[in-house]
């Protein structure tokens, strides 16, 4: 009966959407297999919470029109059960909604349940109410923790089941994950590892989604699951057995920013490469981790340290924008990709040597498909190749595909897509408006120095933090009294004493006597915090208030919930009477969880206690500052821009959009602007924005604010001046395309007819990207051999003249325009010589 209802109702909504009847998902060794065809699939990663609610349609449209079949999101555990057994599924938590909208855009789903996650999140994704279960251990063969990883994933299970959205039922999800690179770490849990990885697999296979499994990083994932690779380049993995796909779950697109260390990117050339070798070489699904990386909002971030940005160089930046040229060229790799699913998915690729370094896989069919991609993994010379009697060029690190086995539709290393440059525009400059006008003037509440809740306790003793607080809050105040009898020397002769702490981490502000005496900050690789603060004591009663400060739980590695932070000791006076040290470690500590106004619930604006005179304070430690403001005009998205704050958290309309910390600057030393795309890429090749605050700017989504009215509060806990933040919003400023007489033809015309092809030949394309704008200038066009990259373009030795007039004529006032890359449209300025057309325009 119910599948008949079920049934019945697919018809009646077949009309407006794209999966109705159930679909069958199985694998085998070549591929998914959905309703019995095997699949080349393309995926990437969004996570919900890292956007909102409103972004989600246009990032999976965007996802969509970038050539994505599936959508990877992880579960995050502790935004949908916070306290135990109270759940979430609100707003950025309406995982439901998610998962429905991918539907209806027609896409895919893999959900990775975890659930533990990783991903630069908050303890990786587990409440941290799981710690503090009696005799549990996590990650490991250990009943209390088996216990609530089961309910958590049965209850994700169900919810999905109950709404219909396994394949199975109807619905998107073709894929699940259990746990997450547990194999990386799980020697460390010596005998208890392999049990709870055999328990996690039977347990997932036991709630019967109808859909496979898989366990990333994990090479002794026990049957049925599937065990998936991760990583900067998966062509060389192969899974545990002969019948199951080779899959690639996390393509890093870029990396993670940490506070304090410069911001990764990872070249365009580089990621199309790795995804070109992984299908040539018998791959058939490639998730890109992050597709869209987007904002960790709230106390959300891992670490220590993770940024408030999850931009990750994503081919979707961090506000939703285009990033080109990355997102346009991988669009094309998976064109061209998809161009030889059919000879992919019926055979194994034989791959041969063509020379040092070079590659050829071909995909024949018996039925006489075939399709071949010829690479040159040399990171040196370009190469000229013989194949099936023709002879390609191949530049180093790259892949030529050819979907009929003869000619080149896309070679990795020639880009054929438009670039853009985006900036954020301040709103001062736009409409001329001083700065500060966007702000209807501050009041402020001074959060007290140490104890001030009655909450406080004391013990004998230095706390772990974590332990202490159970991440309620980021902080936790170590209060100390200590009596100065008067007789030491330094009290007498004006020198001063030294206050050593030694600290898990993160940050950690000193005070004596109410007053600023020191602090100090860890950084992601090294958490701890040392510090040899000079201290000025009086005779009698001192004293001294350590403010100490979380700035994201750690989320990866062996016993990662273990690790503490904290003002653990020792703490110690030193330079005391003849030289002796006292250590405080074992007094009396009293200890306050958290701030006093977090208690007040200043983050939403309330309380009588604000104060609105003349006299803002500025650069004083631990004040709350609260505004309205009028939202930015025009709809692009809107950054804050933190320049003269310090460190702590600020909220718009009582959602906290993250942690800020402007005055933590990136180490100057190890980035380049230019980084060569060639040879193997790692986390810290290629590097930006050294010397600069590691991140300035803050999201704040568009569906938070309303036209006026807009309420601002910021804890500020390092002292800073509010009156000199400012909005900006991103936009583009220009696009630009560069494309050589070698390029291959635009993807999208392939055709298997030669003529066709040698008449349209190389291409160069530009669009503008909202569809109310038009191509309004050419800033530059050159037709020879230009130099530099877009938004530095120059003419070189050789330069057509007619080249601007031409690119003039074909493109402003369009919204998009193409021109012929050849000496048929453009003359030839230096006849003998490669030449390359290179445009950057603007648009309005
Ligand atoms: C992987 C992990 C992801 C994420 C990534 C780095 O090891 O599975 O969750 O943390 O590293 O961004």
């Known amino acids: 009966m119910a599948v008949s209802l079920y049934g019945l109702f697919c018809l009646l909504l077949l009309t407006t959407t794209s999966f109705c009847f159930a679909a069958n998902v199985t694998y085998d060794h070549r591929a998914l297999v959905i309703d019995g065809k095997r699949r080349v699939l393309v995926s990437g990663s969004i996570h919900y919470p890292r956007s909102t609610p409103d972004m989600w349609p246009d990032l999976i449209q965007k996802s969509k029109d970038g050539g994505l079949d ?21 707003g950025r938590n309406d995982l439901v909604k998610f998962v429905k909208l991918v539907k209806e855009a027609g896409l895919f789903v893999h959900l990775r349940i975890g659930p533990y996650v990783c991903a630069e999140w908050n303890y990786g994704g587990f409440p941290l109410w799981l710690h503090f279960i009696p005799g549990i251990k996590l990650r490991t063969d250990n009943e209390p923790f088996k216990a609530e990883m089961k309910r958590f994933t049965a209850k994700i299970v169900d919810l999905m089941k109950q709404e219909n959205l396994y394949a199975s039922q109807g619905g998107p999800i073709i894929l699940s994950q259990i746990e997450n690179e547990y194999g990386n770490i799980d020697s460390a849990y010596g005998g208890g590892a392999k049990p709870y990885i055999t328990w996690a697999a039977t347990m997932a296979t036991s709630l019967n989604t109808g859909v496979p499994w898989v366990m990333c990083q994990q090479k002794d994932a026990p049957n049925p699951i599937i065990d998936t690779c991760n990583g900067f380049y998966c062509d060389q993995y192969t899974p545990n057995s002969n019948n199951k796909p080779k899959m690639w779950t996390e393509n890093w ?9 410069p911001l990764p990117y990872r070249p365009t050339e580089d990621v199309a490469f790795a995804v ?49 040229p990355k997102w346009g060229h991988l669009k094309d790799v998976h064109k ?77 290393a020639k880009i054929n897509s438009m670039s853009t440059v985006t900036k954020f525009v301040h709103q001062s400059s736009e409409d001329g408006a001083t700065e500060t006008d966007a702000f209807s003037g501050w009041s402020w509440i001074y959060e007290p120095v140490g104890i001030s809740s009655n909450n406080a306790f004391t013990k004998p003793g230095l706390l772990e933090q974590i332990n202490t607080t159970a991440d309620q809050s980021d902080y936790l105040w170590y209060s100390l009294s200590i009596e100065m009898k008067g007789d030491e020397p330094f009290l007498e002769d004006g020198s001063q004493a030294v206050l050593h702490v030694d600290s898990l981490g993160h940050a950690l502000n000193v005070f004596i006597n ?114 309205t403001f009028d939202a930015p005009s025009g709809s692009s998205p809107v950054a804050l821009d933190f320049t003269g704050l310090g460190k702590g958290e600020a909220w718009v309309n009582g959602q906290s959009i993250g942690r800020y910390w402007p005055t933590n600057i990136a180490s100057s030393n190890g980035c380049t602007n230019s980084c060569n795309y060639r040879g193997s890429y790692s986390s810290n090749k290629c590097l930006k924005n050294c010397g600069k605050p590691t991140q300035l700017l803050y999201h704040v989504p568009r569906s938070w604010l309303k036209p006026s009215g807009n309420l601002l509060v910021l804890f500020e806990q390092a002292g800073g001046d509010p009156t000199k933040l400012s909005f900006a919003t991103r936009e583009v400023q220009s696009i630009c395309s560069r494309v050589s007489e070698s390029h291959p033809i635009p993807v999208e015309t392939w055709t298997a007819d030669e003529e066709t092809r040698k008449r349209t030949g190389p291409t160069l394309s530009l669009g503008c990207p909202h569809p109310h704008q038009v191509i309004s200038k050419i800033n530059f066009a050159s037709f020879g051999t230009p130099h530099g990259s877009c938004g530095s373009f120059s003419h070189g030795r050789c330069s057509s003249e007619r080249a601007l007039s031409i690119i003039e004529k074909a493109c402003v006032g369009s919204r998009s325009c193409s021109v012929g890359v050849s000496v048929n449209t453009f003359g030839d300025p230096c006849a003998g010589t490669a030449k390359t057309l290179a445009v950057e325009a603007s648009c309005a």
């Open 70 to 90: 599936v959508i990877e999101t992880y579960v995050f555990w502790n935004l949908h059960e916070p306290v135990r057994g109270k759940y979430d599924f609100e």
């Open 514 to 627: 109410g007053k600023v005496a020191g602090g100090g900050n860890g950084r992601n690789s090294n958490p701890k915090v040392s510090l040899d603060v000079p201290v000025s004591l009086v005779p009698g009663k001192n004293n001294i208030d350590l403010l100490s400060s979380t700035v994201g739980l750690q989320n990866y590695g062996a016993f990662f919930d273990l690790k503490g932070a904290g003002v653990t000791g020792p703490v110690q006076l030193k330079g005391l009477k003849n030289g002796s040290t006292a250590d405080l470690s074992s007094q009396q500590w009293t200890y306050q969880i958290g701030l006093k106004g977090e208690g007040l619930g200043l983050s939403t604006g309330s309380s009588s206690l604000w104060v609105s005179q003349p006299a803002l304070p500025k650069n004083q430690p631990l004040v709350w500052y609260k505004t």
């Open 336 to 412: 061209a990709i998809k161009l030889c699913e059919e000879a992919m998915v019926e055979t194994d690729p034989k791959t041969t040597s063509l020379g040092s370094n070079l590659e050829a896989s071909v995909y024949k069919t018996e039925s006489g498909k075939c399709a071949a991609f010829l690479a040159n993994v040399g990171t040196q010379s370009d190469a000229t190749v013989k194949f099936n009697g023709n002879s390609y060029s191949l530049p180093a690190w790259s892949v030529s595909i050819l979907p009929d086995c003869k000619n080149v539709v896309l070679n990795t």
């Open 253 to 261: 697109s870029g990396w993670f920013s940490s506070f304090g260390d």
């Open 276 to 324: 070109a070798r992984f299908y040539q070489l018998g791959g058939t699904f490639q998730n890109y981790y992050m597709y869209h990386g987007g904002t960790n909002f709230g106390r959300s971030s891992g670490g220590p340290f993770i940024t408030t940005t999850y931009d990750y160089d994503a081919p979707i930046d961090e506000y939703g924008l285009l990033r080109q």
